[in-house]
């Protein structure tokens, strides 16, 4: 199955008339040869004096607030677009980073807003500890473009120490796990990547992480994820672990999840306008996966 010239129009369409500026702008850099100056500068509009990220990057909040989840985002935008560098990771990142860390090493998920701004409820009761979610794509990403900051010695001992503690508890995580996954492409430490990757293959294969049926309720959405958030594109770290036949399956489930007006939705938003970002942001998502399958008649 294909997504057909007429689906991806309207994917097309519904992106450029209801997605955040950054979805557009990644959209015209995956799909329509885009600059890549674009991406920097829609991410940069996000940007506090701090250094950090807020004013609803994740459309969640729209506080102004820098939270370390918002920076890491703009993060993975920016290497998503080919933008990240040594001495960008260095001068625009690595002091607000340093400035968040707790006395364990790593640094928060997020911070519980301190204005009186619209958020979701699980804003407002945030625990405010150390995170291996945020803080191993950030070292990942210092190993990548071989940054040596001494930082990462106390956030590399806390990284380990987290996955041993966690183990599987958040396997279940579309977002979690690919973000372990960056870390754990790029430490230095082959030995113990080598068995963490190991241990990552064997829990998500376990009965009852990954959704089965595609008519089941939220299939494809927090907490019920399938094969392609593990395995984005055929050469993805994860890819080994599952069948031809489950890909295939998975991605003509995909494609005929797509409503009328061109969009993937999910159930995320305060507000019906953030419902539509969160709703773009799912939609480039999918046509990144369709194209990296090769299943977008282009």
Known sequence: MQLSKTQYRK?????????????????????????ASGVFHAVYAYRNPDGGFGHGMEPDTASPESQPL???MALESLEEAGLLNKDLLLQD????????TTAKGGIPWMFRPKGNYPCEDHFKTVKEWAALSTTAPFLGLLEKYKVNHPWMENAEAFVWEEIDRIKEK??????????????LQHTKDRVKATKALADLKRWILAEGVLAQDPKEEGWGLYGKP???M???????????????????????????KQEEDGRWDTWYGISEGM?????GIQTLWT????????????
Request: charged share 20%; net charge negative; glycine share 2%.
């Open 226 to 228: 399938h094969s392609l």
């Open 70 to 72: 918002f920076t890491l």
């Open 11 to 35: 994917a097309r369409d519904f992106i450029l008339t209801n997605a955040r500026m950054i979805e557009r702008r990644l959209f015209h850099y995956h799909f329509e040869q885009g600059d």
């Open 287 to 298: 046509l990144k996966i369709l194209k990296n399958y090769g299943r977008i008649d282009l």
């Open 230 to 256: 593990y395995a984005p594109a055929p050469d993805s770290l994860l890819s080994s672990i599952f069948s031809s036949t489950q890909i295939e399956h998975d991605l003509d489930a995909l494609i005929t």
């Open 93 to 100: 990142f690595m002091p607000y980073i340093e400035s968040i």
């Open 275 to 279: 419902k539509l970002e969160w709703a």
């Open 170 to 183: 958040h396997v279940f995580c579309h977002l979690c796990t690919p973000r372990r996954l960056s870390f």
